[in-house]
């Protein structure tokens, strides 16, 4: 069991503490949750934004959730003290400040990524130092008499040394080091290939050189990731431009306090951004939009930063499939655009569209989503129907796609480009319809070829076919129409065989162009060719199955991280209480090595009860007719559902205990809990289970785990 504290502080921050926090028990989470106070109303009360009491608190737990608190200046700050306080010298010190401090948090983990939008798909990180820098308080008014030798600038004696304030940019081996380790670390951990330092060593030469050697002698220990240097500026330009181009940004204080808001604006905006201060002790994660005061009782705040750091927080602590989940689901939300807040142009409260988040995880989509766009100046004219984009939809329906998007876009690369990286990420599928001619106004490929960041590579052997068709069709060979044998490196082709322009599938940011030549003729049995090739390719996966008692989901998802990092196989876990079902899929013509298989059985040994997906209870069923006794009489009730549905000539008798007894549990106030389950047969062999339950599972829970006792020992007992 878990336990989070939860500090909802000031503002909007206990409103999106409210809405996101029933995610855990959606989830069925073994955590308990614990709620404490921090913020500026504690400094109101208590002349302490952080009180004692909290601090004892965070002692306790495995990390902390933070809604957002308030800071205000120096003069307000005394203002707002107690009357007994005042005048007493007690300077404000922000919390968060005080958390990072004397919790030795020093790295400010914000990543972002595309969600929704006219660019390319992106995902990076910014990790910022949070303990030196620019801010590490080093802040001085007037220049005094002990650093006037040294601290000199024509400016100064303009008005005087009084008339001047001065910082400190401190950088120490220790503090950079640290920082860097957890950077490259983060990269691996997640899959990126490159660490980029923004720093400006061009101005800043001396802490600049210091802080590059550094760098580099920890980058030099990860021959995996390309590691640079770029000054701040450049990286704030190009972060606006092409964020896909970025992993891992990497920078002291101030430069990545600003770098990482300045990500949050790419990726939508502060509503969205999550954050994580980890370092040598509890971690905290927080919504980086801040309290709002202004905002605050109108319901309107956007809750999805608050669920974004709650899977930042899960995946610290291990349950990372539920992370995932949580991620997709507010992806989805926002990509749907039905349930959002007014930020993201909807009329929903915090309220409605966090409810409609969880509804999202506790029902994920079945459904694969597709876009068309067609292109060409003649369909926006009018001068022709659109017949294709209705065709191409009908096609797309009757596959079992959902057609999310359909666009018409003129000839011109930047606009096509863009609907096509408006749609990646979101749609399985992006059908591209036209403009693959050989003349000067088909731009599809070229735009294509810019959305994907490929370049276009010319195939001889598509060239021979189209010199083939050309000739016979009794038409001059030009070479304008090697144009047309120019595809994206990558790109697989679709053979075209009533044209001469050949059509082409590519990934992309998580999606499948595939894109067609205009005339319906060619177009549509094309298509209808592509999606009989691919519902036939996935029809015939490579299907294992294993269905485990007694281990969390995230415990099976680490497990089987460790065995497969980085693996093209569909890897899939649905947890159905008290199961996690597994299961992975590969293509036809890979089966799964019989090493890795036996490796995977190895690893669920001790937790397996089927490979077939057939339950505990079942199982018995087909072996025994069991009678339980018990002394326990909510439990006898709970266990006498349970009807075998095939006789055996086996009889059984089983007698079975829990503590606590389960009438307690019943009646309890707590939702979240562990317990000890007891079976003993009558040849006398006692197997006994410790599982963490939640009250409202258990009468499923329960007959699974005794089942999966009696099946255990029925099994020592023919050991």
Same mark, same amino acid.
């Given at each position: ?58 002692? #306790? ?21 107690? *009357? ?43 990790? =910022? ?11 001085? +008014?007037?220049? =005094? ?12 004696? #303009? ?11 401190? #950088? ?50 990860? *021959? ?84 974004? *750091? ?27 655009? +039905? ?139 030009? +070479? ?51 999606? *009989? ?42 947890? +159905? ?143």
């Amino acid at each position: 069991m878990k336990k989070i504290l939860v500090l909802p502080g000031d503002g909007i921050g206990q409103e999106v503490c409210e809405a996101a926090l029933p995610v855990i028990s959606a989830l069925n989470l073994p955590i308990m949750l614990s709620w404490g106070e921090i913020g500026w109303e504690c400094w109101k009360t208590q002349g302490d934004p952080v009180p004692a009491r909290t601090w004892d608190e965070i002692q #306790q737990v495995d990390a902390i959730l933070l809604g957002a608190v308030t800071s205000k200046g120096k003069a307000e700050a005394e203002r707002a003290l107690p *009357s007994h306080l005042q005048g007493e010298n007690i300077a404000y010190l922000s919390p968060v400040i005080q958390l990072r401090q004397r919790l030795g948090l020093f790295a400010n983990i914000r990543p972002v990524k595309y969600i929704e939008g006219d660019r390319r798909p992106f995902r990076c990180c910014v990790i =910022r130092e949070n303990t030196e820098g620019l801010y590490a308080g080093l802040d001085f +008014k007037g220049v =005094r008499t002990e650093v006037s030798s040294w601290l000199k600038h024509p400016n100064i004696d #303009q008005y005087g040394p009084e008339e001047a304030a001065w910082t400190v940019r401190l #950088q120490t081996r220790f503090g950079l080091e640290r920082l860097f380790y957890t950077a490259f670390d983060y990269a691996r951990q997640h899959h990126f290939g490159h660490v980029t330092f923004a720093d400006k060593p061009n101005v800043m030469r001396e802490s600049g050189q210091f802080a590059a050697e550094i760098f580099y002698e920890v980058a030099s220990q990860f *021959s995996d990731i390309a590691a640079d240097i770029q000054n701040v500026d450049a990286v704030a330009l190009r972060l606006v431009l092409k964020p896909d181009e970025y992993g891992v940004i990497v920078a002291e204080n101030m430069f990545g306090d600003i770098l990482s808001d300045l990500a949050a604006g790419i990726m939508g905006g502060l509503g969205l951004a999550p954050s994580a201060n980890v370092g040598s002790h509890i971690p905290y994660f927080e919504p980086v939009h801040g309290s709002a005061p202004g905002m605050a009782g109108k319901g309107k705040a956007n809750p999805s930063a608050m669920f974004y *750091s709650i899977a930042l927080m899960l995946e610290y602590l291990g349950f990372s499939r539920q992370a995932e989940a949580i991620n997709l689901a507010v992806d989805r939300v926002i990509q749907e655009g +039905k349930i959002t807040t007014y930020d993201l142009g909807g009329a929903a409260t915090t309220q409605q569209m966090a409810n409609a988040i969880i509804r999202a995880i506790i029902a994920p989509a079945v459904m694969r989503t597709a876009s068309v766009i067609t292109i060409g100046d003649e369909l926006l004219s009018g001068q022709y129907q659109n017949s294709n984009q209705q065709h191409l939809s009908q096609l797309l329906s009757e596959a079992n796609y959902r057609v999310r998007l359909q666009v018409v876009c003129a000839d011109n690369i930047r606009q096509i480009s863009g609907a096509i990286n408006a749609c990646c990420g979101q749609d399985e599928l992006i059908v591209v319809c036209g403009g693959l001619g050989p003349t000067s106004d088909d731009k599809t490929r070229e735009a294509v070829a810019y959305a994907a960041n490929q370049p276009l590579i010319h195939h001889e052997n598509v060239w021979v076919t189209i010199q083939q068709q050309l000739r016979q069709l009794g038409v001059q060979d030009d +070479k304008s129409n090697r144009l047309q044998a120019l595809f994206p490196s990558g790109a697989r082709i679709l053979a075209n065989p009533s044209g001469t322009a050949p059509g082409f599938y590519i990934a992309c940011g998580g999606s499948q162009i595939v894109v067609l030549p205009g005339p319906p003729s060619q177009a549509l049995p094309m298509m209808n060719g592509f999606l *009989s090739h691919t519902d036939k390719r996935e029809a015939g996966k490579n299907k294992y199955d294993w269905m485990l008692i007694g281990i969390s989901e995230g415990e099976v998802g680490s497990k089987v991280r460790e065995l497969l990092p980085f693996t093209e196989w569909d890897i899939h876990f649905l947890w +159905k209480s008290p199961y996690v079902l597994v299961q992975i899929e590969t293509p036809p013509s890979q089966p799964m090595p019989q090493a890795t298989l036996n490796m995977l059985d190895e690893i669920f040994d001790a937790q397996l009860v089927s490979k077939n997906n057939q339950t505990a209870v079942s199982l018995l069923n087909d072996i025994c007719d069991i009678r339980w006794t018990t002394s326990d009489a909510a439990l006898s009730v709970m266990l006498l559902n349970e009807k075998s549905a095939a006789r055996s000539k086996q009889k059984l008798s089983a007698e079975i205990s829990v503590n606590p007894p389960l009438v307690s549990v019943v009646t309890g106030d707590s939702l979240l809990g562990k317990m000890k389950m007891s079976v003993r047969l009558d040849s006398g062999m006692i197997q006994t289970v410790a599982f963490p339950y939640n009250k409202t599972l258990l009468p499923q829970s329960i007959p699974e785990y005794a089942a999966w006792c009696v099946l255990n020992a029925l099994a020592a007992d023919n050991g």
